[in-house]
């Protein structure tokens, strides 16, 4: 087993009196790609945030190869190379494939954008990933189909050498050819050895690309289990009432109401 | 691909970024800049064909340049607040105080100019700053923000001029400078055209222009990718300010007595002249050279009106209407696009293009 890229550990959080994250432990790998899943209100997207740095959090600490860090900006995350594909896209409509993915970190020559350089950088990273569904990088993004957008989002992720990508439900409103144009891309994120965390609500999707599975269940860890180990019922059971036979939380903690 | 080459490059120059398939994306298309394009070119011809005879001539030119030129300087900072989702209704007072402040500090001496013009930029600057922050920060409405701070700026403009005015012109070299023109046209237009090539300049090649649209489209996009979106919000208002303090003080410049009414007419046409350049009144598309245009159109719009002597009310009710036309038309060019695609969808063409693997280009 190689050391965790990413590890969380014992991360709260609170919104007011709503107790949102409790004691949250996750270890991220590289070249596997880990699927977090859970009901809605579960605290998936907020355990996102809290990472991306968009939250604070309460308590409990987030070391990245080995070494604790503090995520408080969005930048701070960009810079350590944890990259972040949300689920409302994150693409700015009235520009174009390329502006998109340097937005925020433009290249510049002399103090000016240098758009050529930033185009082929993009058909690069493009091309290195196999993307063949976009027809030119100069493309406006409002033009582009879902699954065209989600893989922009997905390369613009993967732009900068990153070492982590979170997903947050990129196959959400996609169709079944986008869908698993967009799941390749996620394998193949992987296999170039990239740490991948996948949110979706989709069992389909999460037993065939995804290495692990952690369930959330109303703001805990319910359980973190190997795919090959475990049943789309297992997985579905610990989404639902945070327990399946002898793995997940204990019945006392399972059925405390929140 | 061959290479773009006069007016064609100019065109692919300032509105497009410099791309490597560089030259190749030169289509005639509706868009707002081509639709305002050529109801300008329309609008000449009518002008010189059937108000008068001598439109193009110097007299009309000499008087009819320097009008467009406040109003493009004017309009262009208008369009980088609307262009935020903003509107900013200061314009008018900031003029006018601009215009007091060139009367007051100069005092009629040319040595003393440019110290009134830099009271101008800081004044225009913290009025850029208190619209902006009111709006951005606090998250007001930028309606009643600009209104409130305009009323504030007009009240402190009475007050900082007083009752009795030691002096009644600007400085020689202002009216001068203002006053100056090329066979007939107007330096301020010169002027004004080059700063709406600027504008264009910075939102198009410039990292923080480009930030700007990014912030003022997509602003919870803008915030995900970590850029501090309101602060580039902020700095539409403060450039839009100086903006107004430009024209204030070469509109000052033009009339050589500015009075307490300077900027009042420019409240609406400013308006009018973005929307005329296909401003999105929720925010994002913002076109400098296409909102020149649009300034150009309702200024000889006006004159024309003017030379066939109608009255003040015919031409205010003409404005309204301008304004209507030019909303309804950039929303149907944008829905028309929009219809298009579905039509093109429907195709058999379109379809096999979607479905089959295209090689990125």
């Known amino acids: 087993m190689p050391e965790p890229i990413l590890e969380i550990s014992g991360v709260n959080k609170s919104f007011g009196p709503v107790h949102v994250l409790r004691d949250i432990d996750l270890a991220i790998y590289p070249g596997q790609v880990t699927a977090l899943v859970g009901d809605n209100g579960a605290g998936k997207s907020t355990l996102v945030k809290c990472i991306a740095g968009i939250h604070s959090i309460d308590s409990g600490t987030v070391a990245f190869e080995g070494k604790p860090v503090i995520l408080n900006d969005p930048r701070v995350a960009a810079a350590l190379g944890i990259e972040f594909v949300y689920q409302d896209l994150a693409l700015a409509d009235n520009l174009d494939i390329t502006q998109n993915m340097f937005l925020g970190r433009e290249i510049r020559r002399f103090g000016f954008l240098a758009d050529g350089q930033m185009e082929r950088k993009a058909r690069e990273t493009l091309t290195s990933l196999s993307v063949r569904t976009v027809s030119s990088v100069r493309q406006s993004v409002a033009s582009l189909s879902g699954g065209q957008r989600q893989t922009v989002a997905i390369a613009k992720a993967v732009l900068w050498n990153s070492k982590v990508v979170f997903l947050d439900e990129p196959t959400a409103a996609l169709g079944v050819q986008q869908t698993r144009q967009v ?3 996620v394998r193949r994120l992987a296999d170039q050895g990239l740490g991948v965390v996948l949110i979706s609500h989709n069992m389909n999707d999460v037993m065939e690309v995804a290495d692990r599975v952690a369930a959330l269940y109303l703001g805990r860890i319910a359980a973190e289990v190997l795919t090959k180990d475990s049943s789309t019922t297992q997985i579905v059971e610990l989404i639902t009432a945070g327990r399946s036979g002898d793995i997940g939380l204990a019945p006392a903690t399972a059925n405390e109401s929140i | 691909m061959g290479r773009p080459r006069g007016l064609r490059f100019l065109y692919v120059a300032a509105m497009q970024p410099r791309t490597a398939s560089f030259g190749s994306r030169f289509r005639p298309r509706l868009t707002p800049f081509t639709v305002i394009g050529a109801a300008f070119v329309v609008l000449l011809l009518i002008s010189q064909f059937y108000v008068t005879s001598h439109f193009f001539s110097r ?7 320097p009008l467009i030129g406040v109003m493009v300087i004017v309009a262009v900072g208008q369009a980088f607040v609307m262009g935020t989702g903003g509107i900013d209704l200061s314009v008018a007072s900031v003029m006018t105080l601009v215009g007091s402040i060139v009367l007051k500090q100069s005092q009629n001496q040319n040595g003393r100019l440019i110290g009134a013009l830099v009271f101008c930029f800081v004044a225009c600057v913290v009025i850029g700053l208190i619209n902006g922050i009111f709006i951005e920060a606090l998250r007001l409405n930028a309606l009643v923000v600009t209104l409130a701070v305009g009323q504030l700026v007009a009240g402190y403009t009475r007050l900082y001029r007083g009752n009795v005015l030691a002096y009644t012109d600007v400085p020689r070299d202002l009216s001068r400078a203002a006053g100056a023109d090329i066979g007939g046209v107007s330096y301020l237009l010169v002027v004004s055209v080059g700063l709406a090539f600027v504008g264009t300049f910075f939102l198009h090649r ?14 919870g996009t803008a915030l ?3 850029l501090r979106a309101s602060g580039y919000r902020i700095l539409a208002y403060v450039i839009a ?14 009339l050589g007595t500015p009075d307490l009414t300077l900027g009042d007419p420019y409240l609406l046409t400013s308006i009018v002249a973005v929307v005329l350049g296909g401003a999105a009144l929720t925010g994002g598309r913002v076109s400098p050279l296409a ?7 309702i200024t000889i719009l006006d004159y024309d009106l003017r030379v066939r002597g109608y009255s003040s009310g015919m031409r205010l009710l003409t404005q309204g209407i301008v304004l209507v036309l030019a909303l309804s038309l950039a929303y149907g060019i944008r829905n ?15 379809a096999e293009l979607t479905q089959g693997v295209v090689p990125i280009s």
């Open chain 2, 241 to 254: 300010a100086c903006s107004y303090g430009v024209g204030g003080v070469l509109l000052a410049g033009q």
């Open chain 2, 224 to 226: 995900l990718v970590g």
């Open chain 1, 183 to 185: 799941l390749e891309l």
């Open chain 2, 206 to 219: 410039m990292v923080e222009g480009r930030r700007l649209v990014a912030s003022s489209a997509a602003p």
């Open chain 2, 59 to 65: 007299g009309s030119m000499s008087v009819l340049t």
């Open chain 2, 291 to 297: 909102t020149l245009l649009g300034a150009a159109f």
């Open chain 2, 336 to 350: 028309l696009s929009r219809m298009g695609s579905i039509f093109r969808r429907a195709g058999p063409g379109r």
